[in-house]
């Protein structure tokens, strides 16, 4: 794959607990609206276990596979093994970014991040890109630290953290294009599509607006 920055444009996470109906049509709907990169993220109160979330994940990466977008597990590596996944994504509470990197060898490897000292260990560890948030307070995380603002971008750029970097938490049309001129290279969500109304054209407006920003860039 070329370097993951290209596929970060606008990144969608889910598991089944955000999803208001069908993961598998919320996915699809999202993967017309032009999302770049998926995460797999089965978590909270009611998240499926063992083979039920086994035969999602296999079913969602296959709708990923169809349109050669990046399909990424959160969390579970020994999942993203099984599946053949094309990387995961470790929080700082998960296990060392540095023994998932040994686990999964070139497979992608995401590093959730809250500050500059979280992100220059994450990339010493090898991390491809850095998840870096929450950017506004979120309500798709229960344990989500407090909000880190946009103003945490453009600090990493500045002291040299060059690395790809997604920004996410709480992140809507309204914000997107602020983000990406920040300095992001892309936008993660996961309740501005899930609970979108018409999950496409929300889809394509997020995608439009960071497109947008990053030709400005
Ligand atoms: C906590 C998280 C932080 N960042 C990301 C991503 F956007 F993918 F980088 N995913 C997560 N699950
Ligand atoms: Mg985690």
Known sequence: MSDVRDFLSLYFVMGSVDCKKDPLDVLDEAIQGGITIFQFREKGKGALTGLEKYRLAEKLFERCRLHHIPFIVNDDVDLALSLEADGV??????????????KIGNKILGVSVHNLKEAQAALADGADYLGLGPIFP????????????????????????????????GITEQTAADVIRAGADGIA?????????????????????????????
Do not use: F
């Not at 060392?96 to 990197?101: E, M």
């Not at 054209?201 to 497109?211: D, P, Q, S």
């Open 138 to 169: 979120t309500k798709s995380k229960e344990d989500a630290k407090a909000a880190c603002g946009i103003e945490m971008i453009q600090y990493l750029r500045e002291n040299k953290i060059d690395a790809p970097l997604v920004a996410i938490g």
């Open 89 to 102: 994504h470790v929080g700082q509470e998960d296990e060392a970014a540095k023994r998932v990197r040994d």
């Open 189 to 217: 969500v996961i309740s501005e599509i899930c609970h979108a109304d018409h999950i496409t054209e929300k889809t394509k407006r997020l995608y439009a607006h960071v497109i947008h920003a990053k030709h400005q860039n």
